[in-house]
């Protein structure tokens, strides 16, 4: 027992480095803080954590992403002979923000999982709704809800129309607000509709023809709930 202890606390078996590989928006500093502080201390009042056998794997990375929302997944790699630690980070990537009606604002991910407070950033379409409480770690949407909104917005910038928030307001009620002959214009949808590309075209449609009989035409709201059926209001 004795030289088992010995062996456990010897100084070639101690975790020396924690090496971080992938980490772009985390400090690597605040990543390798939050491992060595897991690797302090002994087990038993003997062994000593920093023993590269005995670090749990699964649990530091549980603790890293408990720490760091921003990280996904985390990969770690003993390299014993080196007496390293590698943590390899993949990082979220907020490509939309969830903001609350006082607009405080989360990063979300396209798949509609919101993760890390954030400021509101010029160019990223905002989306409002479905969350109540506190929305962190949470899931604004299905990805395959996401990808028809994502469809959705493709489809009128194709078009050169600019969506800059979508906002579910009930189960069959969204209101995209969207830049119409440099006038805020509202486009209502259901965001039950199994492809909103569709619905996009329709009032894609109905703008350009509009326009065409009056090319400085300013839209209050479009209504496409109703199929092909465009109800509108010009301001």
Not at 24 to 51: H, V, Y
Request: with cysteine; charged share 20%; aromatic share 10%.
């Amino acid at each position: 027992m004795v030289g088992l202890v010995f062996v456990l606390r010897a100084d070639f078996l101690q975790i020396k480095n924690f090496e971080i590989l992938g980490a772009e928006t985390i400090q690597t500093e605040n990543i390798k803080n939050i491992a060595q502080s897991l690797t302090l201390g002994n087990k038993l009042f003997l062994i000593p954590k920093s023993n590269i056998f005995l670090l749990n794997k699964n649990n530091l990375a549980n603790v890293l992403l408990a720490n760091f929302p921003r990280a996904e997944k985390v990969e770690i790699n003993k390299h014993f002979f080196s007496q390293k630690i590698e943590l390899k980070i993949m990082e979220r990537k907020g490509e939309f923000l969830w903001c609350s009606t006082q607009d405080e604002c989360l990063a979300m991910t396209k798949d509609g999982f919101v993760f890390e407070k954030s400021s509101i950033a010029t160019g990223k379409i905002i989306f409002r709704g479905i969350l109540e409480g506190n929305p962190l770690m949470k899931n604004f949407s299905t990805p395959q809800k996401m990808q028809n909104y994502i469809k959705l917005i493709e489809t009128f910038k194709n078009s050169g129309f600019e969506i800059s928030s979508i906002n579910i307001e009930s189960s069959d009620k969204a209101i995209a607000k969207m830049n119409i002959n440099n006038a805020i214009s509202d486009v209502i949808f259901n965001p039950k509709e199994t492809d909103l590309s569709l619905i996009a075209q329709n009032a894609i449609l109905l703008i350009k023809e509009t326009q065409i009989k009056s090319p400085s035409a300013h839209f209050q709201y479009i209504d496409a709930r109703f199929g092909n059926k465009m109800f509108y209001k010009l301001q």
